[in-house]
Each structure stands twice: as C-alpha cells, then as structure tokens.
C-alpha cells in the first residue's frame, strides 16, 4: 500500500511584469510593485473564499509537537537561595525547551511556580544527588511544612516518572520527541506483504516526523526503493524488536534479488554496528498506539477503498487470518487467469468499511471484476456466495469526521509521488472519509481518498514550518494583483519597462537555523484565558469564541495564528494592529511578518516583529496585553485553569487601561483652559503621525472630514482611515464623525477629560439657542447636545433612597457613577426607555467608569447598534455624564 518511487516536485515559470503609474489615484499591490512569485496559503484562500481544516484535527502532527518531557514527571532541580542544595520538582506544563516546574511540598499552591531553560539549567534525574553525594533540601518556604520530608519524598515519588537522563544531558538534551529521530538511525520495518517479516532501515531525511527511509544494503542508487512513512507508523519498530518477538529478519521479497544473501548478511550485521555507536531513544516509541485485537474470520465479505485503484470502493473478502492481530483480505475478482490481489490489514486499518457502507453514504460501489449479474446488490451476492459479512462490531468508528469538512484546504502527500506534498481541498466527507482534489496535479491524477486518521495529511503551513516544499496549484489565484487605493502627487511618467520571463523554482526549500525544526524555535501551546479581563479594545464575545490553546508549532507561525485571531475579535482590528505594530523590544530576536485586519469592508495591513525563540514567548505575550490594555494572562503559555492569579475579573473595567494608569483626574478644569464662550478648546498637542498603513476600501462618494478637531489636515492624515482612532474614551478622546462648520455644541474635542467637561458644561449654558441653529442647518443633533436640560442650578436630594430621580427635568444620582458596578448599570439602563439593550451592557461588563466613556460611534460599532437606538441609547448616557458633572466634578 506504500509506494516507493521519489520524484521531484515540478517547479512554475512566472511572468513578472513592471507597470507605470501616473495620477493622484493609482491601483497598486499591496505589499510590492510585482506579482508574488511564492505561494501563499493566506492570500489563497482569502481569494477563495474558503478556510483551513484546524490544525487540530491532525492528531499525528499534534503529538509530534509534543515536548519529549511531559506533565508530572519528577526531576532534581538546584535551589535557587541554596544553589549547592537541590529539590524535588514537577513538570507543570512545557513550552519548546522550557519546563513550568513546582517543587514537591507546595502541593496545588501554583505561586511559587517557576520556568527554566532544559538547555541552560541545572536539571537531573531522580536519583541523581544521591550518587553524586548531592544534599537534597527542601526551599525555605515550606521547610516547616512537614516534619518528616524523606516519609514525604517517599510518598511523593512512589509511583511517579522521573525525567529521562538522556533527555537532560548529551546530544539529546531538551530535543523533542521528533527531533529524536536523526539522519542515520537505524529501525526495524514490517514488511508490507507479511507481518512477521522485518528488515533494518536507515533514515534518510526527517520532515517533521515524516521520515524517507532506505532498506539496509542498499544504495543512493536504489532511491526509487526509498519508502516515506510518519514516525508513529505502526510498521515501524525499535531494533531488536524483530529478535525478542521471534519474528524473522529478512530483506522484502521484491528487493531480495538486487544483492546475494552474504551482502545482505552483511547489511544486517553494518546496521547493528551502527545502531550500538548511535542508538535511538526509545522516547521515539512512547507515542505509538498498540494495535488491538480483532475479530475477523476467514471467508467474511466487507467493502474497502482500493489500494490499486483510484476512488474506488470494493467488495473484498478475508482470505487468511495470522494472528489476533493482523488477517489478510483480497479483492473479490471472478475474471479468468488473474492474479490475486490481497494485502495486510489490522483492525485500525485505513479504508476498511463494513457491509453496506457505500450505500448508507451514497457512495458508488465497483462491482467485482467478472460478477455476472446487472445491478450489484450485497444480499444476494452473501446468497450466492454462501458467505457472511463482517459484523459491525470489528470495524472502528466510520462515521466519525473529526471536525473535517467540505471545502477545506490542507496538505496531502500525493500517493503516486510520496516524496511531493500538494495544496489539497476536500471536496466530499463521507464518515471518516474524506475525497481530495490535489492542486497541482494534472487531472485524473489529481483525487484520491483518504482515511480521516491518515498520516499523510497535514495542516495548512506544515510544509513551510518544516522548510519542505510544497506544490502549488498550476494556477495560484494568490498572483493576481490585489487592488486599492493609494493617494500620491502627480508624477511624470516613467518609462516603460520590458516585460520579463523569470523561472521561479517554488519548490525551494527555506533556509532555516540548524535545529530549529521543534527545536527552540518551536513552542508548546498559548492558552487563551477566557475569563480574564479583556480590555478596551478586545471584544469579550469574540474571545469567548476563541478555541482554548493555538499550537503547538513553530514559534513565528503560532504567535501569527493567535495575533489574527487577536485582531480579529477586537472591536476595531485596525486599532489593534497599529497597537502590535509599536510592540518592539531589542532583546527579542525577532521575525517580520504582515498581518491583515478586516473592518466595514475595509482591510489593513501592517508590518508586525513576531519572536522566534521558545523562551521569549512568555515576555512577548505578557507584552502584548500590556499594550492591549488587558489582563497579563488572557493569552499565555500557562493555561489559567479556574481563577486568574491577577484577579482581573474583581477589577474595574478600566484597570488596566492608560487612563487608570496615568490617574487622570475628573476634576475642574484648570484656569484658561476654557476659551470665550462658544469657542472651542484648542488641542494641547498634535495628534502623533501615524504609520502608513495600506486601507483597501473604495472611494468615499461624500466629502466628509472624520479627522478630530485641531488635527492636522494634510495629505497624509488624508490617508488614514477613522476607525484607526481609539474609540474608547480610555484617553479622554473621541473620534466622532463631524461635518464641516459643525456648531460648537456638537462636536468633541481631542483632549483630556476636563475640557472636555468644560464643553459639556459650556454646551448647557448655551441652551435652546444651539439647538435651533441645528434645526436650522438641516443637519442631524449630535448627541453631545445638551440644550434639552434644564439650566437651573441643581441641589442634591437629601433622604431620598432612590439610585436617580427627576428633579425639574434632569437626572439626579445618589451614588457617583464612576463607583456603579455592572449590575448599577444595567438596573439604570432598565429604568429608561433603552431596557431592551441592558443585556449587552451585562455581556460586555460594562461598569460606571466605562459607561461614561461611551460616544456614538463607540456604541454604533462596538454594540453593533443602529443610528437610531444608539442616539436614543447615548441621550441617556449624556443625562447621567450631565449629571456627574453637575453633581460630582466639582
């Protein structure tokens, strides 16, 4: 069932062309002036209009990421105030080569909780103080905790897994279990047509798991041999297996011709010779799954996927049983003088189907070869034959999908060309099925069906986190230009240039640092921490709607995945992407890559440093939600499993903010801080010039200024879009969208907090006068507006127990809101006229604080809200801002 031939994949010749531009207006790409010559999954299936199968539905790639140390192993770890003294500790969780360890005593108390680098810290095995005369001492902390600590050590490590040496010191030292397997080790593999034989193989070339290996005694010049398999095949064993289970070592039958019998005798005893100087940790084997025992009989008919045809189904029948493990089926083939065709199977055996199968899921079944009758029919052909079908009961799960769907793209090895790995779309699943359509290949060539637990499939990246070359479909849509538009000066014409055709070898490998394949440069899973405080810019029900950990894989491509994620569930992903665009440190070795935001129809791109190395993860993920304004932990390699440790979620929504941290005070405003009346407030300082960030949008049909007052106007700021602007007023800003020669009482100043009470308080006193000049102009009330209020002075009530009242038409407050919790809000909102809309305040926990930074445009986008119950929603919220001002500001 394995094919052995080995093929280069085909590389594309593409056509790159150089275009003049001239015009205030041009249409231009996105990231360079030329056709992207490389393949890219992401812009190919943003074009597509499709998605990728989650990387967790690949079980066998998962566990190849797998750090080879595992939770609850115990290693001897120095002491950090007694460093000639050493501890008892557990592996928590691990990161790449970084272990989260608790040392034993501290029980489920997690704050003494510490990480270390395998590779640069001092760790051994259990055991290993006492042979080297070492004093095992518990930390200060808890060294009155028990009397008795050797009763205790007792306990504690009756039953546990210690560390393995080889995987603390040596050449081994901090590898994952995949990065076991090297280039020259030597494995015993099951013959394919018989499971009691077994022959050595050296290993050729290690993908991420995915290993091309060559037969023993023979050459680079028998590649066509060369056989791939994934490391956790069953067929695959340690040396010496063959030996302690009495099976016979002997070379494939179909290769015993190319050498005589003392040559292969020879390639045996070379094979054991090298396997003593470089033996392969049996760490490598901890992972495969033991084979069950089946239920199979002699004679018994079921339905299978061919192995020697394409999408094909067909009756085939159990021909010989070896053992409670394995029995042999062959197709069932009435045709005269041909030769059987059969193969080994075990009850987890891809494409084995019980009876009925094909017709239970609509699928066609071949007839046999030679069957006389029209119309196949599994009754009577059970009649005829005399024969039964095999029960139910021995197959495994066949309607399981494991989350896989129609449409979904991924990698697929190409079964006539096992060393080349095709873009792939699943076009049909059919229970644990699933139909291929390999891109690249030309067609009939291109389908095949494969097993939903097949190792020859694998997540969108694998092939470029593994530096392995991945073909592209004959026709990528990625190259097609992607159009916006860029506002530039006038500008001569060029001249033109020749168009050239460049050859473009897509197949070439990327170069990358040696071990870094689910070395250091791969980490273990990032948790997304739902309960935690998500901050200002992060929607909560869009992370609730996270999946629970990205990862494990490499370091650039998991930070990407989570940070896309990030920028997706925000509230405006483009604010979150100019955010992460600032994030920088210069200890970190970092990698650039271009993220994309979607918002309103509108996509932004810009250019964010990713790390690359494992133990940097932690300080860049704290940093993040630094700058996101949320809880250190919300995303994290440690999984925050009940309550955070930071007890974000007893904070107030504005904890974390700039706002809180800057202690700006709701206070009066200071002298010559308010201008003449009817003038507005003159911004202390220019709005800081941003990045260029690429906005793909179609031209606005209305000239309308959304650029806040006292910003400069010039042809840059003429680029940036709105929404690039905090909404939130955790700065004391607001972005509002304004008309030109917009009156004084409606439009929002870009200052801090006490001007802008200022013009609130100078927007009352102007009274109905502005509201008529509103009226006048034709032009909608901005909810800053403030001329329906009263302008009596107003006297606090005094023994009254209601939350507000009505005092001669305004709100009156007994309590200050910036102290209202969440539950305050909503009662207040249910009181008004908005109470349908109380529900989202819950939602989002929205408290006092962030209830009186709310603007128009904060409630239309972020509640999702339209422009008619969001203005009757902020006319309540501007009575309750009027009334904490009149009441509580001065």
């Known amino acids: 069932m394995q094919s052995r031939t080995l093929e280069q994949p085909l590389a594309l010749t593409v056509v790159t062309s150089h275009c003049p531009t001239n015009g205030k207006e041009e249409e231009v790409n996105t990231d360079s002036m030329e056709e992207e010559a490389e393949f890219s999954w992401e812009e190919y299936m943003e074009e597509t209009g499709t998605t990728a199968a989650p990387h967790t539905t690949f079980r066998h790639v998962e566990i190849s990421l797998q750090s080879s140390f595992q939770p609850g192993m115990k290693l001897e770890v120095a002491n950090k105030s007694s460093p000639d003294t050493y501890w008892v500790a557990t592996i928590i969780t691990t990161c790449g080569q970084l272990l989260l360890l608790r040392f034993s005593g501290y029980g489920e108390d997690r704050k003494a909780d510490f990480w270390c680098d395998v590779m640069t810290a001092e760790l051994h095995p259990v055991g290993w103080c006492a042979q080297n005369s070492k004093t095992l001492m518990p930390p200060e902390a808890i060294k009155e905790k028990y009397n008795d600590w050797t009763e205790f050590l007792i306990q504690d490590l009756t039953g546990s897994r210690t560390a393995p040496a080889n995987l603390l010191e040596g050449p081994l030292r901090g590898k994952n279990t995949v990065d076991l397997v090297i280039e020259g080790s030597v494995l015993e593999l099951q013959d394919v047509s018989d499971p009691f034989l077994y022959w050595p193989v050296r290993v050729v070339q290690n993908v991420g798991g995915r290993l091309r290996l060559r037969y023993s005694g023979l050459s680079e010049d028998h590649q066509a041999q060369d056989t791939w398999l994934f490391y956790l095949d069953v067929r695959l064993r340690p040396l010496g297996w063959a030996l302690e289970n009495r099976l016979a070592l002997e070379p494939p039958t179909e290769l015993r011709s190319l050498k005589s019998a003392p040559d292969w005798q020879q390639a045996l005893e070379d094979a054991r010779l090298d396997a003593q100087k470089s033996p392969l940790p049996l760490e490598v084997f ?82 046999p070869p030679g069957y006389e009758g029209q119309d196949f029919d599994w009754a009577d052909y059970l009649k005829q034959s005399g024969t039964e079908a095999a029960p139910d009961a021995c197959f495994p799960d066949t309607w399981q999908n494991r989350s896989f769907a129609k449409d979904m793209w991924l990698e697929a090895v190409n079964p006539r060309r096992p060393a080349e790995v095709c873009v792939a779309q699943i076009t049909q699943v059919r229970g644990r099925l699933l139909w291929l359509r390999l891109e690249g290949v030309p067609k009939p060539l291109s389908e095949c069906i494969v097993d939903v637990e097949s190792m020859d499939i694998f997540p969108v990246g694998w092939c470029e986190a593994n530096a392995y070359p991945l073909t592209p479909p004959l026709k990528p849509v990625c190259q097609k230009q992607k159009k916006i538009a860029v506002v530039q000066p006038e500008k001569p014409l060029a001249p033109s240039q020749p168009v050239e055709t460049t050859p473009v070898n897509h197949c070439l490998p990327v170069t990358v640092d040696s071990g870094s394949a689910n070395g250091r440069y791969c980490c273990s899973k990032i948790f997304v921490n739902h309960r935690c405080f998500s901050g200002p810019y992060l929607n909560k029900g869009r992370i609730a709607e996270l999946p629970q950990a990205v990862g494990p894989g490499k370091c650039t491509l998991v930070l990407r995945e989570l940070l896309s994620m990030l920028i997706n569930a925000a509230y405006k992903p483009g604010r979150v992407l100019k955010e992460l665009q600032e994030l920088e440190d210069q200890s970190w070795d970092c990698q650039e890559e271009t993220l994309k935001a979607k918002y309103k129809g509108k996509t ?190 107003y006297q606090p009530p005094k023994g009254q127990d209601m939350q507000v009242e009505e005092e001669e038409g305004q709100l009156v407050l007994d309590r200050n809101p910036l102290e209202w919790s969440v539950d305050e809000v909503v009662q207040f909102i249910n009181s008004t006229d908005c109470a349908s809309l109380a529900n989202i305040f819950q939602e989002q926990d929205i408290d006092g604080q962030a209830l009186l930074l709310l603007t128009l445009p904060t409630v239309q986008e972020c509640m999702d809200l339209k422009l008619g119950p969001a203005i009757k929603l902020c006319h309540q919220i501007e009575r309750v801002k009027v009334a904490f001002y009149r009441q509580y500001a001065n």
């Open 604 to 793: 932004y791109r810009s250019t964010i440093r990713i790390v690359r190395l494992a133990d940097q993860i932690p300080d860049f993920c704290r940093k993040v939600c630094v700058k996101l304004q949320c809880c250190p932990n919300l995303f994290s390699p440690v999984l925050v499993a009940d309550k955070c440790p930071k007890n974000c979620s007893l904070q107030t929504k504005t904890k974390y903010t700039y706002y809180y941290g800057k202690k700006r005070k709701l206070s009066k405003p200071m002298g010559g801080e308010e201008t003449a009346e009817g003038e507005l407030a003159k911004p202390t300082r220019r709005r800081k010039k941003r990045k260029a960030i690429f906005v793909q949008k179609k031209r606005r049909s209305s000239a309308v200024d959304y650029t806040p007052a006292g910003s400069p106007q010039d042809s840059d700021e003429g680029e940036e879009d709105e929404e690039m602007a905090l909404q939130s007023g955790s700065e004391g800003t607001s972005s509002e969208p304004r008309e030109d020669h917009t009156d004084a009482s409606s439009v929002e100043v870009t200052s801090s907090r006490p001007r802008r009470a200022a013009t609130l308080r100078r927007a009352v006193s102007m009274g109905n006068a502005a509201g008529s000049q509103e009226a006048s102009g034709g032009r909608r009330r901005s909810t800053r507006s403030l001329s329906a209020y009263n302008q009596n002075k």
């Open 286 to 367: 901890k992972d495969h799954v033991d084979l069950p025992k089946h239920s199979f009989k002699a004679g018994m008919k079921l339905e299978m996927v061919s192995p020697w045809e394409q999408l094909q189904i067909c009756p085939v029948s159990v021909t010989k049983v070896y053992n409670e493990v394995y029995f042999q089926v062959a197709l069932d083939d009435f045709s005269v003088e041909t030769k059987p065709r059969f193969v080994v199977c075990h009850t987890n055996s891809s494409g084995i189907l019980p009876v009925q199968w094909s017709l239970k899921n609509g699928v066609g079944l071949e007839r």
